[in-house]
């Protein structure tokens, strides 16, 4: 058997009529460059002019990512008197200690005082109720560009309920650490969940900014429904540029290796195999206790920890491979790699097993095709190239979307 691991701009689509890139160039405020810009986010951008917030009623959509320079941007925006009214936040929480998929309640912030309103569990949309209050919905969290991580979920939901009920949405623009790859298979709307709500590719290339114009734009909001929407863009930043985060995105997404794999290793979350949640290097390990020992390289013990309360073969040895310090398998290929997926159902010897019973491996993929090409023992590059037609369709929508100089 052979192995395989080796100055501030803004854009509104409000009452838009055009369509196309000109229509997203003609809204945005160009302002000549200055050479040598020193790179900042979209927060950092704002804080240079807080016009747009000041006598208004503010809610923000933050987490611990959500960072000004040193400081967080609620405590930012406290010091300088901008009427913040309550924090929504995503899954993992506001201080980002909850599990992946845990419930988070309602709650008041120990540090500020600020009540916090839960977008997670049974209550992932905005409603009347938490926006009633409201001129204003900030958000600022950092994504990292793959289909199935759930805060672009969180932001369509946002984007939805503030079109309805008439409050403006400002999004502070950040860079995504994968942004210049566009890979995986466009989602199958028919599985449409909230690991993946959009027609798009695992890897969709773009800034959270310009997924929300693109949200807006394509009329992807219920009932063809757009918000009146506003980005602030990153100050020198394009899409050729590297990024390595200065805060963990989420709990089991330590460090840069990490967002870099888990395009490819999150689908074992809906396999019977353990994407190392429990471990201090999740989703660069994988394995499980059913693997014969003599045919994996390396094994782990799955422990509870912050962020991986119940991980998967909890207290069990799990046995398999640790892809923490190759060095050039995802920045060769440059895109989503499947021969983790594909070696790991080789091995496990119950194949009727290995996809889980409730389909959320389906979910993960966007669709059946990804699993029946998998138990059809296609190769690789044989699921890849059947990608292509469907990716280059959306580069298309893609492009109209981009605020920013795209990778070559």
């Known amino acids: 058997m052979v192995f395989f691991l080796s100055s501030s701009t803004f854009f509104s689509c409000t009452a838009q009529k055009k369509s ?25 951008m704002l804080n240079q ?27 930012v925006l406290l010091s300088k008197g901008i009427q913040i009214v309550k924090v929504l936040a995503p899954e993992h929480g506001f201080r980002g200690k909850a599990d992946a998929g845990e419930e988070v309640q309602d709650n008041v912030d120990a540090k500020t005082g600020l009540s916090i309103v839960s ?7 905005p409603t009347a109720e938490d926006l009633v209050d ?32 008439g409050v403006k949405v400002l999004v502070l623009d950040r860079p995504n650490p994968n942004g210049d790859i566009v890979d995986g298979n466009v989602l199958d709307m028919a599985h449409k969940s ?55 995105p989420s ?6 290796r990490a967002i870099k794999l ?11 195999i353990s994407e190392g949640r429990g471990t201090d290097i999740p989703f660069q390990v994988f394995g499980a206790p059913e693997i014969d020992p003599k045919l994996s390289t390396f094994s782990f013990v799955p422990k509870s920890k912050e962020g991986a309360k119940f991980p998967k073969f909890e207290n069990k040895t799990c046995y ?18 499947l021969d983790y997926l594909i070696t790991m159902y080789n091995l496990y010897p119950s194949k009727d097993d290995f996809f889980l019973k409730n389909e959320f491996f389906d979910l993960l993929a966007g669709g059946t095709a990804l699993r029946a090409a998998i138990v059809n023992e296609l190769s690789a590059a044989e699921i890849k190239a059947s990608w292509e037609s469907d990716l280059n369709e959306f580069k298309k929508i893609r492009d109209k979307y981009l605020l920013y100089k795209d990778f070559e």
Not at 33 to 41: A, T
Not at 324 to 334: L, Y
């Open 194 to 248: 909230f690991v993946g709500m959009h027609p798009i590719p695992i890897l969709h290339g773009m800034t959270i900014g310009e997924y929300a114009l693109m949200i807006n734009g394509e009329k992807w909001l219920a009932n063809g429904l757009q918000c009146d929407l506003k980005v602030v863009k990153c100050q020198a930043y394009n899409h050729n540029m590297p990024y390595s985060l200065p805060v963990k």
């Open 49 to 75: 002019d807080l016009s747009m917030l000041q006598g208004k009623r503010i809610a923000l959509v933050v987490n611990p990512t959500s960072m000004v320079g040193p400081e967080h941007l609620v405590d």
């Open 20 to 44: 196309g890139k000109a229509k997203v160039q003609d809204q945005v405020q160009i302002q000549a460059e200055k050479p040598m810009l020193l790179f900042k986010v979209g927060a950092e």
């Open 320 to 337: 398999g491979f640790n892809i923490s310090k190759i060095q050039n398998d995802f920045e060769e290929q440059k895109g989503i790699n």
């Open 134 to 165: 409201l001129d204003l919905v900030v958000f600022d969290i950092q994504d990292v560009g793959a289909r199935f991580y759930t805060y672009i979920s969180t932001l369509h939901y946002v984007m939805e309920a503030c079109g309805e009920y």
């Open 119 to 125: 977008l997670y569990g049974n209550h992932r949309k």
């Open 251 to 256: 709990p089991n997404l330590p460090d840069d």
């Open 262 to 272: 888990y395009p490819s290793t999150c689908f074992f979350e809906g396999t019977v």
